[in-house]
């Protein structure tokens, strides 16, 4: 089984302050995408990213995948309260040709951005 | 908008009984995953099915089993809960391409407690 590193596992930031959660492998991935899941619910994807070196923008979320397909960052600006919950980086592996793998997911970010 | 639908939200079982999890999807997704989520595990996949009738083993399938006799629905199975099977239950539909790298649509999720 690939493993994606995560961290930190735990933030806790003041709204406003910037912020980068990282994701890292030993493995090569085909793509990668971003969940937020937030308490009582599933997560709820917010970006795939395909091509090394690859950067995504969400309003005050920016995704990048590193060139050799092995990592990932998640930068948020001026973080807000709505922002806080569980994120969650998952690589695909695609050798399976049919789109049917499961993700592998890492163990996920805690997120907490305090008023 | 996309929904995926778990039977139940909370669920208390005992040791050595047999319990099914439902999960239906109205999206005409081709493949459908089961997840179990624990603290500092992050999501492990447990079983996956990309057509009717067809299942794949994940990364943990011992202990389970599942069904899907038809597309929209996909059941998993603990033969023999046990308390080690206490847990989050997520279950996940995608839609079949051939890149493979089509988001995971989840279902908020099934808190199952054996006691």
């Known amino acids: 089984t690939q493993l994606l590193e995560q961290s930190p596992q735990f933030l806790s930031i003041q709204e406003g302050e910037n912020l980068t959660v990282y994701c890292n492998s030993s493995?090569?991935?085909?793509?990668l995408q971003w969940y937020r899941q937030e308490p009582g619910e599933g997560p709820v994807l917010l970006v795939t990213?395909?091509?090394?070196?690859e950067v995504k923008k969400l309003k005050r979320l920016t995704f990048q995948f590193g060139d050799a397909r092995k990592d990932s960052s998640l930068h948020i600006t001026a973080a807000q309260p709505g922002d806080t919950g569980l994120y969650l980086c998952?690589?695909?592996?695609?050798?399976?040709?049919?789109?049917?793998?499961?993700?592998?997911f890492g163990k996920g970010t805690h997120l907490i951005i305090q008023p | 908008d996309v929904k995926v639908t778990q039977s139940s939200r909370y669920l208390v079982k005992r040791t050595g009984e047999k319990v099914f999890l439902e999960c239906v999807q109205d999206?005409?997704?081709?493949?459908m995953f089961w997840y179990r989520q624990d603290p500092g595990l992050g999501l492990r996949l447990i079983y996956f099915?990309?057509?009717?009738?067809?299942?794949e083993k994940g990364d943990i399938p011992e202990g389970y089993s599942v069904s899907r006799e038809k597309k929209e629905r996909f059941s998993l199975i603990l033969e023999s809960a046990s308390t080690n099977q206490t847990s989050m239950y997520l279950c996940?539909?995608?839609?079949?391409?051939?890149?493979?790298?089509?988001?995971?649509?989840f279902g908020d999720g099934t808190r199952l407690s054996i006691l």
């Open positions: 996940a539909s995608s839609l079949w391409h051939g890149s493979g790298y089509q988001p995971q649509h």
């Open positions: 493995s090569v991935f085909s793509s």
């Open positions: 990213v395909v091509t090394g070196g």
């Open positions: 998952a690589g695909f592996r695609g050798d399976s040709g049919g789109g049917a793998d499961g993700l592998t």
């Open positions: 999206m005409d997704h081709e493949n």
């Open positions: 099915s990309y057509d009717v009738k067809m299942k």
